[in-house]
């Protein structure tokens, strides 16, 4: 597992770069042919409604440039699909590769050759823990997101005291990571709330709901739970639903997905603090385009979060996801 203090230094210290001060980042490692038209966006996991959403916002972006754009993803969130998808793409020399990297690790290598073959790196919602491969890198704040989500609980939960359960994927996600880390040192700051181990489900939602069912049996005091994703959050509102907790234990998830946003008017959910994945899809191909035409692209930005409940789920519509294109 990665230092997550460095990292997450590395990304404040980007952040202010690129959000604060105006300094922009190069355009990237390699000979790209400035002319050339073709784009590949590889998301982390096919169907999954958070990455339809950048999929469709993507294609819309590069068509309305004038690029083609293909739009290739894993059966599962796992690192070595996606390293296979990406060999092939990177066989077929595009201008730039726009990817949502599955292990911030072991993704670092394939990548790198992409750079060093001349292919533009983007990074969108997950990103390498060797921040010098991608030229640019586009994702939520994850940190804040999580630290929202806890902020959202505490207010539904109020003064009641009891246990709390975190639910990560898989260790070495970046994202997720940096979801639980803000919750936890959030939820520190609540004396009436004791935090358990925080759990990883592998992005499986019968994993989660197994465990959220084992902690519910182990802690009849638990009263909060957060899922730092959709397949996490999906999984604890089954479980719940199905010990007939929905409700009295508050369920925090993490992503709008059309089942999440059915499950919070029906209150299996309580609160979903949703990401914009159209903006990232969307910046994501403009900010290929410019490192494929030599000009200067910010090096990190962070997309606002957004905490739904029902009380003011439809005037938050606009940040539900989609299921198709």
């Known amino acids: 597992m990665r230092t997550r203090k460095t990292v997450l230094a590395v990304g404040a210290a980007l952040l202010l770069a690129g959000c604060g001060s105006g300094q922009i980042g190069d355009t990237g490692g390699g000979q790209t042919d400035p002319n050339n038209k073709d784009l ?41 699909e996606q390293s296979q998808i990406l060999g092939g793409i ?48 586009l994702s939520s704040d994850n940190y804040a997101g999580g630290q929202l989500a806890a902020q959202t609980l ?9 246990s709390v359960l975190a639910l990560n994927t898989k260790a070495g996600t970046s994202t997720t990571d940096e979801r639980a880390k803000g919750f936890e040192e959030e939820i520190a700051k609540h004396p009436n709330l004791k935090l358990l181990p925080t759990q ?16 519910l049996a182990a802690n009849p005091d638990l009263v909060g739970v957060f899922g730092t994703n959709l397949n996490t ?26 089942k999440q946003v059915d499950d919070l008017r029906n209150g299996r959910v309580q609160a979903l603090i949703a990401q914009n994945p159209g903006k990232i899809g969307a910046e994501g191909v403009q900010r290929a385009i410019a490192a494929i035409k030599g ?9 606002e979060m957004i905490a739904i409940t029902r009380d003011n789920m439809e005037q938050q519509s606009q940040y539900f996801y989609k299921s198709s294109c």
């Not at 489900?201 to 465990?211: D, F, G, L, M, R």
């Not at 000009?295 to 997309?303: A, G, N």
């Open 154 to 162: 505490v207010q539904l939960v109020g003064d009641k005291p009891g």
């Open 233 to 258: 959050g999906e999984g604890a509102a089954t479980a719940l639903s199905n010990a007939g907790k929905s409700g009295q234990v508050q369920l925090v998830g993490f992503d709008a997905s059309p």
């Open 295 to 303: 000009e200067p692209v910010e090096p990190e930005t962070k997309t």
């Open 40 to 80: 590949a966006l590889i998301t982390g996991m096919r169907g999954e409604p958070f990455y339809v959403s950048i999929e469709c916002a993507a294609q819309e972006a590069a068509a309305s440039a004038g690029y083609r754009i293909n739009v290739q993803a894993p059966e599962k969130f796992e690192q070595a």
């Open 200 to 215: 990883y489900t592998e992005n499986e939602p019968a994993t989660a709901a197994q465990i959220v069912s084992a902690t």
């Open 90 to 137: 990177v066989s077929t020399k595009p201008g730039a590769v726009i990817i949502a990297p599955t292990d911030d690790k072991a993704l670092a290598a394939p990548l790198q050759q992409a750079k060093s073959n001349g292919i533009q790196v983007v990074e969108v919602d997950t990103a390498l823990e060797d921040r010098s491969i991608a030229v640019t890198s």
